[in-house]
């Protein structure tokens, strides 16, 4: 079992920044996929990055050059850094993780955290 603990949202004006924070309990979190979602009002939750156990990350189009993620296992946790926040960011962002279990994998969210950016 996995439990995500997210924190760092809150309200910034366009063009500021944010520091996400995920940190996960357990042993497995150095073999698992970590990603960030986010989820806005009226729309379907969709990803924003990615990050694999051995580092490699993918990103949302909407967010390259902007956001970065990155994982320290010695504190398992994944941050999510967010520069020139734009209105369109606002949005309830969830930490996610995919853990290998034997031949299955196993996937856990965090309960979201708000982030509002005004203009």
């Known amino acids: 079992q996995v439990q995500l603990v997210e924190s760092g949202g809150g309200l910034v004006q366009a063009g500021g920044s944010l520091r996400l924070s995920c940190a996960a309990s357990?042993?497995?979190?150095?073999?698992?996929?970590m990603g960030w979602y986010r989820q806005a009002p009226g729309k379907q939750r969709e990803l924003v990055t990615r990050i694999a156990s051995d580092g490699s990350t993918n990103y949302a189009d909407s967010v390259k050059g902007r956001f970065t993620v990155s994982r320290d296992t010695t504190e398992n946790t994944v941050y999510l850094q967010m520069n020139s926040l734009k209105p369109e960011d606002t949005a309830v962002y969830y930490c996610n993780a995919r853990v290998p279990g034997g031949l299955s994998l196993y996937e856990y969210w965090g309960q979201g955290t708000q982030v509002t950016v005004s203009s």
């Open positions: 357990g042993s497995s979190f150095r073999f698992s996929s």
